[in-house]
């Protein structure tokens, strides 16, 4: 048995001129709710897609369930993908969809996804073309959870939730995935509202990979340090700085390196604190572009 649920080699995909997905090699475990970050247009989407079986690659390999995902039946069977706004036929009722799923998946729970319609407030009767986007997205994420397929990729899963909704749904996935563990993909540019319930983060950008690691391991990729300017470009020197910013009143790096109670200790005396970098900060600072400058410029006549 393959403990892998997807192998990427060498994955490419590209629309026209735009490389979606950049020759990404990954080997994904089963089993854990893993978060799929990047920032928008860096191959979520185009990634969970290829995944899926919904659109075909350009280059490389991609193994999902131990099959091609493409016109492969035994593996879409297995593997559930949605998104916010799924288009269905203007007429089509959310009870009519219950079922369609029902056909499709042989694990679909009609009566917990019945449940779960009462819970957040949603008519089964309604028709989806009557929903609002956030209780399309609400619906959406009700049926791929209900199918409690082996593989589950929720893309955007949130968006247009209000907070009391989205923290409502996050608590329902996490208790959903305790009493039926399989492998669940959550794709996301807000982290700090799933950093707490992941276990492992995949982080792309410009559609290559950057890491694949858990929760702990990214906990020690870098740490900051926060000291006066003159005092913390010494201290920086010999070391890999990820990020720095040097200003009048506050100045911090970013260095790469696992933070010990050694160094902590080492860098009090030269009025340096150090201290961990949370994963949202960690993925911002690996994938933004710099451009303090650009920002300063855009007020000058
Ligand atoms: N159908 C398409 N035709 C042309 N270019 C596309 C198409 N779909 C995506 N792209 C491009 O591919 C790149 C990756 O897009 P993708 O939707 O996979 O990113 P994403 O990470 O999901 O973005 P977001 O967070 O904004 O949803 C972007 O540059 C995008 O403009």
């Known amino acids: 048995m393959d403990d892998f649920i997807i ?26 709710l893993i978060g799929l970050i990047g920032r928008n247009g860096s191959g979520k989407t185009t990634f969970m897609k290829l995944c899926a079986g919904l659109l075909d690659k350009n280059e490389g390999e991609l193994m999902v369930l131990n099959g091609e995902p493409m016109n492969n039946l035994e593996v879409s069977e297995k593997l559930v993908y949605t998104y916010h706004n799924i288009e269905y036929s203007k007429k089509i009722k959310l009870i009519d969809i219950i079922y369609s799923f029902k056909i499709m998946y042989k694990n679909f729970d009609e009566y917990f996804a019945l449940k779960l ?8 009767k309604d028709k989806y073309i009557q929903l609002s986007q956030g209780m399309m997205s609400t619906f959406n994420f009700i049926c791929a959870l209900a199918t409690r397929a082996e593989l589950t990729m929720l893309d955007e899963p949130v968006l247009g939730m209000d907070i009391t909704v989205r923290k409502a749904a996050y608590e329902v996935l996490l208790r959903d995935y305790s009493e039926y563990p399989r492998t669940i993909i959550i794709s996301s540019h807000i982290l700090s509202e799933l950093e707490g319930m992941l276990s492992e983060i995949l982080l792309i950008n410009k559609g290559k990979l950057l890491f694949y690691k ?50 902590i200790d080492m860098t009090k005396a030269r009025n340096i604190a150090l201290s961990k970098v949370r994963p949202e900060d960690l993925c911002g600072y690996l994938t933004q572009d710099h ?11």
């Not at 319609?117 to 089964?124: C, H, P, R, V």
């Not at 990729?221 to 910013?245: H, Q, T, W």
């Open 7 to 32: 192998r990427a080699k060498e994955l490419t995909k590209s629309y026209g001129k735009v490389r979606a997905i950049d020759n990404l090699s990954i080997n994904i475990n089963k089993g854990g």
């Open 117 to 124: 319609l009462k819970f957040f407030d949603i008519n089964s």
């Open 214 to 263: 858990d929760i702990e391991e990214i906990q020690q990729i870098a740490y900051r340090a926060d000291g006066r300017g003159d005092v913390l470009k010494d201290y920086c020197r010999d070391k890999k700085v990820l990020y720095s910013k040097i200003g009048e009143f506050d100045s911090f790096s970013i260095i790469y390196g696992k933070l010990t109670e050694e160094l």
């Open 291 to 301: 451009k303090e400058d650009e920002l300063k410029c855009l007020w000058k006549k």
